[in-house]
């Protein structure tokens, strides 16, 4: 995750609770043989109010079933959508904190691919500031199967969601008794237990409860439990006599997770020397646990990275649908989540020679002490000095302890009104929607450096000064931190999201197949910045406190509104029941109301163009779903770093543009009973076509370089055994993601590389089931980012490669019984 960008993602309709609810019932178990087709004949619930059969939509999806998921294996919702074609993902942060990107568009996190459950963004802000959507979902075995839209109708049913949505439906309460129990270790000290149940209650009330409950000491050990919490989940569903249905859940989400980030390399395909690429972190338990200046600046602040990624929310659903007669219909969606997220993370900054940070630091300490005549290292924890040439891999790395707490609310209601009309010229279903949203937040930021070696589980050290007569004269560091208060923030915003939308599906003939749609989308925000001031706060052993960020009392209000609008027109041809073709247009924005406070103007990107066409072909040996596509984004926002009056440095706002095209492929192939192969994958050229500006450099030009951290291509094959009678099956995944670049300006490379996943799973008796996954079986290292903080436009080459590289080589295996 890059704490930086936040959206907004309201709600995209889902199937009734009813269709749900029986298609859960319906649902094959896991490992269960399925057919070769992409799931081309099933329902599809997301981007369209009608239950389309996916062959018959005139825009692109991809579906994912309860076998995938359970083969998939996956820790986090990252890594499971990390198949999707058109979409790339960055899963090497842990569990949760990870980036998604879709088509190309240029930005991360989930900024233009919204997370979506059950219809519902999982939270309204969803690529906020530490507020990443992952952090408040955790897959797990309450989940039923994903349907993601890439592009097409998700600008008209969803905010803020040019590059689609991420829709994850849930279990429903069943009219059967059923359930499952799952128990998985691993070998990285991890233990969890999963688990769903449903029946009825009565002839009308049926209910479901499952979640899940984890440990572990994360996939790179710190040296404590890094991963440890779950999540609980209950719902009930009460069936009207006539038609129609209400569901009502309570979602329970108490889950701590560690966070990764970059670490020093020797190169972008090898780890150093104490620190492998695979399995090597900066995270410690020796300075896990810390005091920092408060806001006021007294040493009285705790800072425990031990806590990672903390989020405690509790989330209430209630999906409402009747059918009224004469073609009317009914459905209303309602969220509330409120709770906590307390983000404590470990991030890579500078990085330097150990010899070189201390004749640095040398010049600092004697200009605050000119009887300094020299300058050591000594451990933080020990008091004992160690000598520059012992420090591990002889760098001494600058990493910032980043501790944000964020307070969270968020009402949300989608209520839609739909009516089928028979007209001379086919079938009209017309649905009009109004979208509510209401959010709040209070985050405090808390950050400041601390100074370690390169290597695993590193020492953190104090730089003291010494005289003539080796006696102390200043510090630069107090208890191995420096740069107190690199950043200091107390901000809280209160969002109000109003949307009205319009579709229409008609259902011209039996062959063909029009979508047209808008949506008006209307944001206010009103909120409050505390203000800060430089103080030093007096301890005369150190220069660390000379300068510190405090707060001076005072607040800073802000207010912005903006209206922004969608178009999205699009149709689907069925040739006969094998081919069909479709084609769509597509007009979207962005608004990103939660930074307006930091860069000023109008948080709006918009006049986001998108054009889609594709074929599908659908039978059980092989089925094809081929997507040509290209986006215009004209309003691409950057910041750059100017001189500005009497020499002061100076951020100014500028513009930039780009645009992707390319094509993505999902293909099926099941050629006899006992093997079949899938293959998805995408080629995109993604280019800024417009990326000129000045900095404190000068002018400069990147019009034509590929856009940052996206490859322009990426592929992956899974072939699946089917052995004794589908009894065994040995599955694979060979995953192969192109070269990308760490900057605008394309002068860092992250090379391409390929990953193989490895699995197979036993039915030992129809209701019990055994699976063992290896994951990156041959250790591979592959970076998915660089240093993200050593220049975005302009990359810094810095003494060492630091990039954040995909997880070692991970077994784990688990038993599941099903009843």
């Known amino acids: 995750m890059t704490p930086a960008l936040a959206q907004s993602a309201p709600s995209l309709p889902t199937q009734s609770s009813a269709t749900q609810s029986a298609a859960a019932a319906d649902a094959p178990a896991a ?72 088509r190309g568009l240029p930005a991360d996190n989930y900024r233009y691919l919204p997370l979506l459950e059950d219809g519902l963004p999982v939270w309204e802000e969803g690529a906020g500031a530490f507020t990443n959507a992952d952090e408040f979902f955790r897959v797990d075995a309450t989940i039923d199967s994903l349907q993601i839209v890439r592009g097409g109708s998700a600008s008209i049913t969803a905010s803020n969601a040019p590059g689609g949505v991420v829709n994850v439906l849930t279990k429903r309460p069943t ?31 049926s209910f479901a409860i499952g979640g899940f409950y984890r440990e572990d000491n994360g996939l790179r050990d710190p040296g404590f439990t890094g991963n440890k919490g779950g999540q609980f989940r209950v719902g009930l569903q009460y069936d009207f006599v006539d038609s129609g249905s209400l569901f009502v859940s309570y979602r329970k989400l108490n889950d701590k997770n560690i966070f990764y980030t970059a670490i020093p390399l020797a190169s972008p395909s090898q780890g150093l020397p104490g620190l492998d690429a695979g399995t090597g972190t900066l995270v410690n338990n020796a300075f896990g646990r810390l005091t920092v200046p408060d806001g006021n600046g007294a040493f009285d ?40 997220v307390d983000f404590n993370g470990l991030f890579s900054s500078g990085v330097a020679t150990s010899q070189g940070f201390l004749a640095n630091a040398l010049t600092r300490l004697q200009a605050a002490r000119p009887d300094t005549v020299s300058a050591v290292y000594r451990d933080a924890s020990t008091g004992q000095t160690v000598a520059a040439s012992a420090l591990g891999n002889q760098l001494a790395l600058t990493e910032s302890i980043f501790n944000t707490v964020v307070n969270v609310k968020n009402v949300i209601n989608d209520l839609t009104i739909t009516k089928k009309l ?11 929607g109004y979208y509510f949203s209401h959010f709040n937040q209070t985050q405090n930021w808390n950050w400041n450096d601390i100074l370690v070696e390169g290597v695993n589980r590193p020492r953190y050290f104090d730089v003291v000064g010494l005289n003539a007569a080796g006696q102390q004269t200043v510090a630069l560091t107090k208890d191995g931190l420096l740069n107190l208060h690199s950043n200091l923030q107390r901000f809280h915003d209160d969002v109000t999201v109003n949307a009205l939308y319009l579709t229409d599906a008609w259902q011209v003939t039996d062959k063909l197949r029009i979508d047209l749609g808008a949506r008006y989308h209307h944001v206010a925000k009103e909120g409050t910045i505390a203000q800060t001031t430089s103080a030093n706060l007096g301890d005369l052993s150190t220069i660390a406190d000379d300068n510190v960020l405090v707060f001076t009392g005072a607040n800073t209000q802000y207010r912005f509104k903006t209206g922004q609008w969608a178009f999205s027109a699009g149709a689907n041809y069925e040739f006969s029941k094998r081919v069909a073709a479709f084609a769509r247009y597509s007009r979207s924005f962005r608004v990103t109301p939660e930074f307006v406070q930091w860069f000023g103007g109008v948080p709006v990107e918009n006049r986001i163009d998108l054009v889609e066409g594709g074929v599908k072909y659908a039978t059980r040996p092989f089925s094809a779903f081929v997507t040509l596509f290209y986006n215009r984004f004209p309003n691409v926002a950057f910041q750059t770093t100017v001189a500005g009056p009497n020499g002061q440095a100076q951020t100014i706002n500028q ?28 080629y995109q050229k993604i280019t800024y076509t417009s990326f000129a500006g000045q900095d404190a450099n000068g002018p400069f030009d990147f019009s034509g ?85 050593a220049g975005s436009i302009v990359g810094v080459q810095e003494t060492a490669f630091q990039g954040r590289p995909i997880f070692g080589r991970r077994v784990r295996a688990s038993l599941t019984y099903n009843f």
């Open 422 to 432: 028979y007209t001379g010229m086919g079938q009209h279903t017309l649905t009009a």
């Open 175 to 205: 009219r059967t008794f059923q359930g499952m129990v799952k128990s998985e270790i691993g070998d990285w000290d991890h233990y969890r237990l999963d688990a769903n149940v449903s029946g009825p209650l009565t002839d009308r009330l």
């Open 301 to 340: 602040k705790n800072v425990d990275l031990t806590q990672g990624i903390h989020t405690n929310t509790d989330t209430f659903t209630a999906i409402f649908n009747k059918p009224l007669g004469d073609g009317w219909e009914i459905n209303d969606r309602a969220r509330y989540t409120s709770g906590t």
């Open 705 to 789: 370089n590929q856009i940052v951290r996206q490859p322009e291509v990426q592929f992956s094959i899974r072939p699946t055994l089917h052995l004794l009678r589908d009894r065994v099956n040995i599955f694979g995944e060979a995953a192969y993601t192109g070269k990308r670049y760490v900057d605008v300006a394309n002068t860092i490379v992250l090379p391409h590389y390929t990953e193989v996943r490895l699995g197979a799973n036993w039915k030992i008796t129809d209701a019990l089931q055994a699976q063992v996954v290896a994951t990156n079986l041959f250790n591979t290292v592959g970076l998915t980012e660089g240093n993200p903080r």
């Open 31 to 102: 490992g269960a043989a399925q057919g070769s087709d992409l799931g081309l004949n099933e329902i599809i619930v997301t981007g369209t109010r009608t239950g389309t059969r996916k062959f018959e939509t005139s825009y692109a999806i991809t579906t994912i079933d309860p076998q995938a998921i359970a083969q998939k294996a996956s820790l986090g919702i990252a890594d499971l959508i990390a198949s999707t074609p058109g979409i790339y993902v960055e899963s090497s942060g842990g569990e949760v904190g990870n980036n998604v990107y879709s």
């Open 655 to 682: 513009k930039a543009a780009a645009e992707s095209r390319g094509i993505e492929v999902e293909l099926s192939l099941r050629p006899a009973d006992f093997f079949e192969v899938a293959a998805s994958g995408n």
